[in-house]
């Protein structure tokens, strides 16, 4: 049998007492090399980074490949196992123009999945234009670290939270050329300390279908997109376009959510914006209008959960489960 396969069975039941399970049901060995002074090198997952953790596993593995396999050493470095259920589903909030209240109903689609029991975590992936913590009332918060440079995600009212606007000082707009762009995506995706339990992952997307689309397909290979679009003419163009876009990089477009569609006042509606753009969307797309949203006060960002639009933003996180 291979050197390195030997060793990995021979270190099967050793127990992280971390998780008191074995390093092979967590499947916690992640590399195992030997160099040229016959020192074996590993990495290995573990619960906690403990010294309690390490210091165990590191004798029991020691005793194993020094004693029992006869190698004149072993050096192994530790990694925290990432939190990130594996089950949580992704979708990503996109538009074609900006301003069409993709944050917005970021924000109260987290909120009705809450209601509704689920776990939501928000990825403000915005780059240039975070707002996610000003929805949340949290611009004053400040993202902790971990030792290993994993971050915390902010959580309100059981929603965890992410953002750009968290990687630089107040104030100043983030700076990020290309290369840097799959940076954040990664330490947001893989480098956060996201809780076990998040069902659904809800991605704000920067407006129109760019560079970022291509580099979310590296993280989020399961990934399903809601486009969202005002009724008028000029946004429903352009959210088609962004729509095509998207299906061009084979990105899988669930459905349409038309906000702003009409204002009402004692039972009387009045369609301010035109009338039927997400409709137009929908069919050209050959998806599911999801939702018609009304225009709110601007002071009832988070909608309540009795009253409209809260109720239709019910309904439509109850869709968007059955679709996930
Ligand atoms: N249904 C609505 N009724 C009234 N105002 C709304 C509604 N939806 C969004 N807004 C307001 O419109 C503005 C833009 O909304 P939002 O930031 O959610 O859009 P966006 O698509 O995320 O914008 P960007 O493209 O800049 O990211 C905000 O001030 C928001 O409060
Ligand atoms: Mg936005």
Same mark, same amino acid.
């Given at each position: 049998?291979?050197?390195?396969?030997?060793?990995?069975?021979?270190?099967?039941?050793?127990?992280?007492?971390?998780?008191?399970?074995? /390093?092979?049901?967590?499947?916690?060995? *992640?590399?195992?090399?030997?160099?040229?002074?016959?020192?074996?090198?590993?990495?290995?997952?573990?619960?906690?980074?403990?010294?309690?953790?390490?210091?165990?596993?590191?004798?029991?593995?020691?005793?194993?490949?020094?004693?029992?396999?006869?190698?004149?050493?072993?050096?192994?470095?530790?990694?925290?196992? *990432?939190?990130?259920?594996?089950?949580?589903?992704?979708?990503?909030?996109?538009?074609?123009?900006?301003?069409?209240?993709?944050?917005?109903?970021?924000?109260?689609?987290?909120?009705?999945?809450?209601?509704?029991?689920?776990?939501?975590?928000?990825?403000?992936?915005?780059?240039?234009? &975070?707002?996610?913590?000003?929805?949340?009332?949290?611009?004053?918060?400040?993202?902790?670290?971990?030792?290993?440079?994993?971050?915390?995600?902010?959580?309100?009212?059981?929603?965890?939270?992410?953002?750009?606007?968290?990687?630089?000082?107040?104030?100043? &707009?983030?700076?990020?050329?290309?290369?840097?762009?799959?940076?954040? /995506?990664?330490?947001?995706?893989?480098?956060?300390?996201?809780?076990?339990?998040?069902?659904?992952?809800?991605?704000?997307?920067?407006?129109?279908?760019?560079?970022?689309?291509?580099?979310?397909?590296?993280?989020?290979?399961?990934?399903?997109?809601?486009?969202?679009?005002?009724?008028?003419?000029? &946004?429903?163009?352009?959210?088609?376009?962004?729509?095509? &876009?998207? *299906?061009?990089?084979?990105?899988?477009?669930?459905?349409?959510?038309?906000?702003?569609?009409?204002?009402?006042?004692?039972?009387?509606?009045?369609?301010?914006?035109?009338?039927?753009?997400?409709?137009?969307?929908?069919?050209?797309?050959?998806?599911? /209008?999801?939702?018609?949203?009304?225009?709110?006060?601007?002071? *009832?960002?988070?909608?309540?959960?009795?009253?409209?639009?809260?109720?239709?933003?019910?309904?439509?996180?109850?869709?968007?489960?059955?679709? /996930?």
């Amino acid at each position: 049998m291979d050197e390195i396969l030997v060793i990995k069975e021979k270190l099967s039941s050793i127990i992280d007492p971390s998780t008191t399970q074995t /390093l092979a049901e967590n499947d916690s060995i *992640k590399h195992v090399g030997i160099d040229e002074n016959n020192t074996v090198i590993m990495i290995i997952e573990v619960g906690e980074k403990d010294q309690n953790t390490t210091k165990q596993i590191t004798r029991d593995i020691a005793k194993v490949v020094k004693l029992d396999l006869g190698y004149a050493g072993v050096k192994i470095e530790f990694t925290k196992r *990432k939190l990130r259920n594996k089950e949580a589903k992704t979708l990503l909030i996109a538009s074609g123009k900006g301003g069409v209240g993709k944050s917005t109903v970021t924000a109260n689609l987290a909120y009705a999945l809450t209601r509704l029991g689920k776990r939501v975590g928000i990825i403000d992936a915005d780059i240039y234009g &975070a707002n996610m913590p000003k929805i949340f009332n949290a611009t004053n918060h400040k993202l902790m670290g971990d030792a290993n440079g994993k971050i915390y995600p902010f959580e309100k009212d059981n929603i965890q939270m992410v953002s750009t606007e968290y990687l630089v000082d107040e104030k100043r &707009a983030l700076m990020l050329r290309g290369p840097m762009l799959g940076k954040v /995506l990664k330490l947001f995706f893989e480098d956060t300390l996201w809780s076990e339990e998040i069902d659904y992952f809800l991605v704000d997307l920067p407006p129109g279908t760019g560079d970022i689309m291509m580099d979310l397909k590296n993280f989020t290979e399961d990934a399903k997109m809601v486009i969202v679009t005002t009724p008028q003419e000029s &946004a429903a163009h352009i959210a088609i376009k962004a729509g095509y &876009a998207a *299906k061009d990089l084979s990105q899988d477009v669930i459905g349409v959510i038309e906000n702003m569609s009409y204002y009402e006042v004692n039972n009387e509606f009045h369609y301010i914006f035109g009338k039927d753009g997400g409709k137009r969307v929908a069919d050209e797309l050959l998806v599911e /209008l999801l939702a018609t949203l009304p225009i709110t006060k601007y002071d *009832k960002i988070i909608a309540e959960e009795t009253e409209m639009p809260g109720i239709i933003y019910l309904n439509l996180a109850k869709k968007i489960i059955k679709l /996930l």
